[in-house]
């Protein structure tokens, strides 16, 4: 009955966030050309037209929509998982941050990474289940290249973030990676028997 009801809740709140996506999208999509948030066309950008480029910050709204109407529906949840919660929405804010201040301003690629790995590092060190699960894995190693495993895991979020962000220049392509990477997650989350309460969302 547990289980049942975590998944109707989760149910409830991808059908909330689909709403809110579906409202707050095209707003933003008007907002942005109105400000000329966009991307033109160009060698890198395979966009078939100019294109807004501040849509990290709808799917953002969305994603905190969504655990918004999950964590009331599901409050014991929040409260067991609220360290997880605060440390991821700190980092994909952060992150959202890096981009925004990228995309309008330009930063340099030293101060984009610097600020990445930085918001890597904190998520290890701080998301409860991250941090065990690289802990599991590098505490098995020998000693000397434990610090290694752990500069890899800080690779491996920055890597995978910036991955998104150079396939963004065709239009559906970063969707689509990401889409395929959420249902894998899922899959994973599935198989595991759970073992990452914090991981579907």
């Known amino acids: 009955s547990g289980d049942a009801d975590m998944d109707i809740g989760l149910a409830i709140a991808i059908a909330f966030s689909l709403i809110f996506s ?18 033109t066309p160009s060698s890198r950008r395979r966009h078939i037209r100019s294109t807004p480029i501040v849509g990290g ?13 999950y964590s009331l529906l599901h409050q014991t949840w929040f409260e067991t998982y609220d360290q997880s919660l605060l ?8 992150l959202i941050l890096i981009g925004l201040l990228d995309d309008l ?3 340099s690629p030293t101060l984009k990474l610097a600020g990445e790995f930085f918001l890597a590092v904190f998520v290890i060190n701080f998301e409860p289940f991250i941090y065990l699960a690289c802990s599991q894995v590098i505490q098995s190693a020998p ?23 150079l396939v ?10 990401s889409a395929l990477g959420i249902t894998t997650v899922i899959f994973l989350h599935n198989f595991s028997g759970g073992a990452n309460p914090v991981m579907p969302i």
Do not use: C, E, H, M
């Open 143 to 165: 000693v000397l290249a434990q610090p290694i495993l752990w500069a890899l895991a800080a690779i491996w979020i920055v890597g995978t973030a910036n991955a998104v962000n």
């Open 168 to 177: 963004d220049g065709i239009d559906g392509f970063a969707g689509g990676v």
């Open 105 to 107: 301003r330009g930063l």
């Open 22 to 39: 579906s409202a707050w999208f095209p707003v933003l999509i008007r907002i942005a050309r109105a400000k000329g948030w966009v991307d």
């Open 57 to 69: 910050t709808g799917i953002a709204l969305t994603w905190f929509t969504g655990i918004g109407v």
């Open 87 to 94: 440390v991821l929405s700190i980092t994909a804010l952060g």
